[in-house]
């Protein structure tokens, strides 16, 4: 009995478990190829909720990413980017002058955002959710 509360505990609070209910509850997938997955989703908050979740993929795929949750002609020209959730959950070469693009939306009643930094490091592009409750 033990031993499968603390299976359980460890499966719960995996990163791959944890990456997996945050991108059902805001309608997003991790791709398979992702590295240096990162989330930070509290169960809870006394006041107002930021949830994260940051990853790496191939530079060269970002754009049929990001196509799947937002149309790519609303993201306009790269600019230096805000801090937001999760943007420095993976950090990037030279992370303080980084350029990248920055988009909102809402899916299914919760506030998503995400940022793109396509040349975040080693040609890996830096995909960044975040949600604010």
């Known amino acids: 009995m033990v031993v499968a509360l603390v299976v359980g505990a460890v499966v719960y609070f995996s990163t791959a478990h944890r990456a997996a209910r945050m991108a059902d509850r805001i309608g997003v997938s991790v791709p398979d190829n992702a590295t240096d997955l990162q989330v ?3 169960p809870f908050a006394l006041q107002g909720n930021c949830s994260t979740m940051a990853f790496l993929i191939p ?6 990413y990001v196509a799947r949750y937002f149309d790519l002609n609303t993201l306009g020209a790269p600019d230096m980017l805000r801090e937001f959730c999760g943007q420095t959950l993976v950090t990037c070469v030279d992370d303080i002058y980084v350029k990248g693009y920055v988009v909102h939306g809402d899916y299914d009643g919760v506030k998503r955002g995400l940022t793109v930094t396509p040349d975040c490091i080693d040609g890996k592009a830096r995909i960044a959710w975040g949600t604010t409750d």
């Open 59 to 64: 530079t060269n795929e970002w754009q049929a």
């Open 40 to 42: 930070d989703d509290p």
